[in-house]
């Protein structure tokens, strides 16, 4: 595992409430509308890449989805996951991992990523990311990241941004694509983030 991510994120979550990072979503609006428009039911299996304390896991499970996992790199960030949920905790699967290194052991129908992609600035660890997401997904793949106009950096970490086209021509191989939309994301701090999220279907490749 990369240690020297991995000391980032923990200190990261260890030290900073959710108001204090900019990624902080009240309601993850975008990311709930695309899971949605699959109209897949409540069985469906999802994984929530880089999900750390984020809320979208809290409305999926009040919405009766039942087969949900939230992957990242950062244990702290889980265990405040874990904390806030209290007892619906136990209805999710929990694992640490760098997203590089995850070795799936089932295959999910949604594969949902907001802002852990771009952190990927190696042509080596998006390659990673492509071969895992085309092993492990069978049926869809949301992913949300920062936009040739959002910021060059977050938390300190260099990031690599995306239009719609380089997003899409970087799935093209296994997944074909549904949707593509830019938005401004609102940080706690009042400034803007601008990302692009593109939906997409897993293909034959």
Known sequence: MNTERKE???????????????????????????????????????????GGDSKLVDFLLDEGFENLTVLDISAKALEKAKKRLGEKAGKVTWIVSDITEFKPETTYDVWHDRATFHFLTEETQVKKYVDIAEQAVSGYLVIGTFSENGPEKCSGLPVRQYTTETLVSVFAEGFEKLSCRTENHETPFGTEQNFVFCSFKRSGG
């Open 8 to 50: 980032h994120w923990e200190k990261v979550y260890e030290t900073k409430n959710p108001h204090e990072v900019s990624w902080t979503q009240e309601v993850p609006e975008t990311s709930l509308a695309l899971i949605h428009s699959f109209g897949l039911d409540r069985s469906a299996k999802m994984i929530d890449i880089g």
